[in-house]
């Protein structure tokens, strides 16, 4: 066994940022395997192109051979599973997707994993990971007065994505359960930050601010999330892989709770600040669309576990993030340029149209 990692969907938001910071921080080679689907994006990784502990392979996770010869090739020391669709309201208009590779993909990857981990000897096994990557979804929604989510709250996913997401939870718990292979499960609350696809409320705000386009808001505003900077999201993750006890789940998240109108509001005030407009506020582009059908009105983690039991603890406040998030975005308008380019607009066509708004 090497000290490589393979890594799955290395080049989507919070994959891309895991790998740029393992890479930068000299923490060994990584295989990065990822399918380059639309949000899967080249330039994510282009800090760390020339460098010869970044490996980046094109393919899917569900290709049973292309991922057995990559885990018989590189011997990896763990695997950290990001590869996954994640838009919810995409998985809205068409599950079938999210079915693929959220659930068979994920199955494929643990399969391939199996036969490789039993091919090891007992020291390597023993010291192998295997870390599933998945969301605080998975255990529905809460009312106002509901504890934040618990490791031991029931699985309660409503929409095709966080269903899809709860099914290759229980796939891993069960290959740790009946092979004994080390699984790791992290469940993550909304996350921010660089290289965030603004096919998403915090980048697609700040993008159609800048445009002068409406800036919708689902139903009322008052549904909530919980929201985790992308830098402590990999911090996070690293501590697990290092320390994590195997077999169990961690929930990750950033202890802030915020409506959908507080973090719009917020966006706006910053822009006004760091690019005002020759007159007036980007609030005014504020419109108020047709809610996601079976919209989970909040989310909140409880990341006592974490803490206790890891020392992790989160770095960024949400007012440090978000000021940070908004200048990375005015300063690296090329990179949204490209993304927002091409099939962007079929998505943003499809989406808000039906809600009632002119986006595209
Ligand atoms: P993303 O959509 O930005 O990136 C997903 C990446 O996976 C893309 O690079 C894509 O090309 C790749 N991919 C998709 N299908 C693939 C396949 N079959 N084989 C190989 N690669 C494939 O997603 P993200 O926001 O970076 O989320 C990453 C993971 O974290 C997901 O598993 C998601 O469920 C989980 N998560 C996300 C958040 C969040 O707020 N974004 C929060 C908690 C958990
Ligand atoms: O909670 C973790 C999850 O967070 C991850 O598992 C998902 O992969 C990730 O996409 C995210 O899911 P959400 O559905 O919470 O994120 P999104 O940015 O799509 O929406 C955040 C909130 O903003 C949600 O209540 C819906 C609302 N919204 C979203 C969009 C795109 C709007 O009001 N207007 C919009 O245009």
């Given at each position: ?10 080049a ?19 295989i ?29 996770i ?53 036969t ?8 390597d ?5 295997f870390?599933?990557?998945s ?12 504890s ?12 095709p994505?966080s ?21 790791l ?16 409320l915090?980048?697609?705000v700040?993008?159609?601010a800048?445009?002068?386009k ?7 505003g008052s ?11 990999c ?24 409506t ?9 005030d ?8 020759k ?8 419109t ?29 406040t ?22 927002t380019?091409g099939?962007?607009k ?5 989406n ?9």
């Open positions: 066994m090497n000290d490589c990692i393979i890594v799955t969907g290395g989507g938001f919070i994959g891309s940022n895991f790998v740029n910071d393992w890479v930068k921080l000299g923490l060994g080679k990584v990065n395997l990822d399918k380059l689907t639309y949000a899967g994006n080249l330039a994510n990784l282009a800090d760390i192109e020339q460098n010869p502990e970044h490996i980046f392979v094109h393919g899917d569900g290709h049973s051979e292309l991922v057995g010869d990559l885990l018989k090739l590189y011997q990896p020391r763990a695997v950290v599973n990001f590869a996954a669709e994640s838009h919810v309201d995409r998985s809205i208009h068409g599950p079938g997707e999210f079915i693929q590779t959220n659930i068979v993909g994920t199955f494929n990857l643990l399969e391939e994993a199996r490789y981990w039993s091919s090891l000897n007992d020291a096994k023993a010291n192998f990971r870390l599933h990557v969301t605080d979804e998975v255990y529905g929604s809460l009312s106002a007065t509901d934040a989510f618990k490791e031991t709250n029931a699985y309660e996913p409503n929409s994505y269903a899809s997401k709860a099914a290759s939870d229980h796939l891993v718990r069960a290959y740790h359960h009946t092979y004994g292979i080390p699984m499960t992290t469940n993550c609350s909304n996350n921010y930050g660089p290289y965030h696809f603004p096919e998403k915090i980048p697609l700040i993008h159609n800048l445009n002068g409406p800036l919708p808001i689902y139903g009322n549904n909530v999330r919980d929201w985790l900077y992308v830098g402590d999201h911090t996070a993750i690293r501590r697990v892989l290092e320390a994590g006890r195997v077999g169990e789940t961690y929930n990750i998240g950033g202890w802030n709770e915020k959908n109108l507080e973090v719009v509001h917020t966006l706006c910053i822009l006004d600040q760091q690019k005002p407009k007159s007036g506020s980007y609030c005014e582009q504020i108020f669309v047709q809610d996601r059908p079976g919209h989970d009105q909040r989310y909140a983690i409880d990341a006592t576990k974490i803490e206790r039991e890891l020392g992790w603890k989160p770095a960024e949400f007012e440090t993030g978000i000021q940070k998030t908004v200048a990375w975005y005015l300063t690296h308008q090329d990179w949204v340029n490209n993304v380019s099939e962007y079929n998505w943003v066509n499809t808000y149209k039906e809600r009632g708004e002119e986006l595209a």
